[in-house]
């Protein structure tokens, strides 16, 4: 069964720029969405991003324009480029593909 394991999450200011990694342990260029996901205290879940298997990316209104998905297939690896973070992007985000979630990593935007 797919595994996915989530890094790169860490502190930065606002303006910054953080690259997150999703790597699975087995192919899944060919099947499903690719998502990632973020969760603010107490707040809800909420999509972020999904790019697809011929690499159509969508975004949620918040990140478009900031924030950009992509794939490295030989890896398995996914990705999410987080650029002029702000605040409000504080959370703890996840990857994932069908049922299975990664574990999350935390991005904290502080000043």
């Known amino acids: 069964q797919v595994q996915l394991v989530e890094s790169g999450g860490g502190l930065v200011q606002p303006g910054g720029s953080l690259r997150l990694s999703c790597a699975a342990s087995g192919s899944i260029a060919s099947t499903y969405g690719v998502n990632w996901y973020r969760q603010a205290p107490g707040k809800q879940r909420e999509w972020v991003a999904t790019?697809?298997?011929?690499?159509?990316?969508v975004y949620a209104s918040s990140v478009k324009g900031r924030f950009a998905i992509s794939r490295d297939n030989a890896k398995n690896t996914v990705y999410l480029q987080m650029n002029s973070l702000k605040l409000e992007d504080t959370a703890v985000y996840y990857c994932n593909w069908g049922v299975i979630w990664g574990q999350g990593t935390q991005v904290t935007v502080s000043s």
């Open positions: 790019i697809i298997s011929t690499g159509t990316t």
